[in-house]
């Protein structure tokens, strides 16, 4: 293959980059992979929101399964954020809310799926999660020298 021919392979032209949501009950469980500064801006919420985009985030992009997140949190957060520590989130969001933004597919149809809520939405999607936001998987880089819990899989410095 030459040049961006193996992106015509990957995401050929005609391809759907969206798919219908599945039948859905009165919650929707989202994951979220995410860095140390982030987490920490969760927590300080109580563990009940996302902090706003920064300006070059124009979007949150929470994922619609488990291994996704494990996915980025080990092979993206863990590698390249400061300091090396990925960590999956899980939480609910009321399906009324969730089902207003289209399922984005990024990769694979049937794994690499999220929702692009966009940075001015966040407030609102925030108001609609129901429960806390819970730290279910933790993924340190090589050169992480920080300690975490294994059993919450939380920040212990």
Same mark, same amino acid.
Do not use: C, K, N
């Given at each position: 293959?030459?040049?961006?021919? =193996? #992106?015509?392979v990957l995401f050929p032209q005609n391809a759907e980059?969206?798919?219908p949501w599945?039948?859905?009950g009165e919650v929707v469980t989202l994951w979220r992979p995410t860095g140390l500064h982030e987490l920490r #801006?969760? /927590? /300080?919420?109580? =563990?009940? /929101? =996302?902090?706003p985009r920064l300006p070059d985030q124009p979007i949150f992009y929470p994922v619609l399964n488990r291994p996704y997140a494990e996915e980025i949190a080990r092979d993206w957060n863990a590698r390249r954020n400061t300091p090396p520590v990925g960590f999956v989130t899980?939480?609910?969001?009321r399906a009324d809310v969730a089902t207003r933004y289209a399922? $984005?597919?990024?990769? /694979? $149809?049937d794994r690499h799926q999220e929702l692009w809520v966009p940075a001015e939405e966040l407030e609102a999607f925030n108001a609609a999660i129901v429960g806390p936001i819970r730290v279910v998987a933790h993924f340190a880089g090589s050169d992480f020298t920080g300690r975490i819990d294994?059993?919450?899989? #939380?920040p212990l410095d």
């Open positions: 293959m030459t040049g961006g021919d =193996w #992106l015509d980059r969206t798919v599945p039948p859905v #801006l969760v /927590a /300080a919420s109580g =563990w009940r /929101a =996302w902090p899980e939480f609910g969001v399922i $984005q597919v990024v990769g /694979a $149809q294994p059993v919450t899989h #939380l």
